[in-house]
Every structure is written in structure tokens, then in C-alpha cells.
T-cell receptor, first 110, second 115 residues
């Protein structure tokens, strides 16, 4: 059965801390892995990764994919209260099918 | 703004009733997805359509049905509603790029409250 597992389920940190969110997957016919941020509304797209070992970066957020070990990490440096959200990992398989993890809830305390 | 439009944004209805949620995908996207998200649960995949045809089915109840029309908009019909159906229902769409991966974009969701 195809599945995506995220860890930890929740995380509370102080502003300025660095966090690492994990996503492991077992999905046949893998095409890409995506990260989303969900605040109180719709998930918004952060990154798409298709190749192993190539880091995607956007400001304080970065992500990397390991297709051999079937996982990805999302790093957030110098966290801010605005980073508080649920972070979702999804894997796309052929046929435009997407498998989502249950998410990591991040709370950043001032 | 993702380009995916959902209506209505909020809906309150009584148990036993039937509602229809509507979704317009991003221009050019052929795939439409429906997800349910309850308060303490992650995104639950319900169903996917591609260019008018059902492509994949997830944890969709028999009381629920969906369709995608020739103009690519989609409707999710929820009938014989129960209190437990109260949730945020997302529609999403994606393109069909042949190379690399596709990105799935979410609408703002329809909040359904069953009382």
C-alpha cells in the first residue's frame, strides 16, 4: 500500500530555532515529492523535488530529497512566529495521483 | 490565489440533508481532486477526475458522489448528511505535465457544518 509518513507529528520551538521536518514514503511509480504549508486555510505550495540530492531553497526554507532511502527533509532556519503552520508532504505517482502525509504541526513561540 | 475556485465557502445544514459543493479548476488543468479534512485529521483523499472521467477513488462514502463536467468544473454531492460529515472539503487541480512532476493546487475549501 502506498503511504507517506511524516515526523514528528508536532513540534514546539522558540523563535530563532532551526527545525527539521521529516517525510518518508513508500510509493510505487514515484514522480515527485512536494511540500506544502497549511495555515488556517488551503495548503500552499512550497517545493517540488524530483531529483535526488539537489537542494531546493526559498529564503529560510530548504528541502532535499533522497530517492535511494525514500525520504525528504524540510529545514526551516531562524524560525519566526509566522512559520507556525501544518507542513504537509505529498508524493505524486504516475496518473496524477497524490499521496499526502498527515502533516507536522509546527508552533513557534515568541 | 491558487486559481482554484470553490463555492460555497461556508455551509450549515441539517442532518439527513443533501448538499452540492462546486469547484472550478485552474485554467487548463484537467485533473480535479476532492479531499476532506476534519478537525483532528489530515487530508483524506476522496476522489480524482481526469478530463471528465473518474481516475482514482479514495475513502469516499457511498453517500457521496462526484462528477466532472465537460467544461472541467466538478461537483461533490453529499447526501444523507450526518454530524460526522462536518469538515472542510478541499478541491484541488493539477496539470498533466509529461516531464518531471506536477503540482497540485488547492482551493480555499468549503466549510460544511452539519447540525
Amino acid at each position: 500500500e502506498d503511504k507517506v509518513v511524516q515526523s514528528p507529528l508536532s513540534l514546539v520551538v522558540h523563535e530563532g530555532d532551526t527545525v527539521t521536518l521529516n517525510c518518508s514514503y513508500e510509493v510505487t511509480n514515484f514522480r515527485s515529492l512536494l511540500w506544502y504549508k497549511q495555515e488556517k486555510k488551503a495548503p500552499t505550495f512550497l517545493f517540488m523535488l524530483t531529483s535526488s540530492g539537489i537542494e531546493k531553497k526559498s529564503g529560510r526554507l530548504s528541502s532535499i530529497l533522497d530517492k535511494k532511502e525514500l525520504f525528504s527533509i524540510l529545514n526551516i532556519t531562524a524560525t519566526q512566529t509566522g512559520d507556525s503552520a501544518i507542513y504537509l508532504c505529498a508524493v505524486e505517482a504516475t496518473g496524477n495521483q497524490f499521496y499526502f502525509g498527515t502533516g507536522t504541526s509546527l508552533t513557534v513561540i515568541p | 490565489d491558487s486559481g482554484v475556485t470553490q463555492t460555497p465557502k461556508h455551509l450549515i445544514t441539517a442532518t439527513g440533508q443533501r448538499v452540492t459543493l462546486r469547484c472550478s479548476p485552474r485554467s487548463g488543468d484537467l485533473s480535479v481532486y476532492w479531499y476532506q479534512q476534519s478537525l483532528d485529521q489530515g487530508l483524506q483523499f476522496l476522489i480524482q477526475y481526469y478530463n471528465g472521467e473518474e481516475r482514482a477513488k479514495g475513502n469516499i462514502l457511498e453517500r457521496f458522489s462526484a462528477q466532472q463536467f465537460p467544461d472541467l468544473h466538478s461537483e461533490l454531492n453529499l447526501s444523507s448528511l450526518e454530524l460526522g460529515d462536518s469538515a472542510l472539503y478541499f478541491c484541488a487541480s493539477s496539470d498533466t505535465g509529461l516531464l518531471g512532476g506536477n503540482t497540485i493546487y488547492f482551493g480555499e475549501g468549503s466549510w460544511l457544518t452539519v447540525v
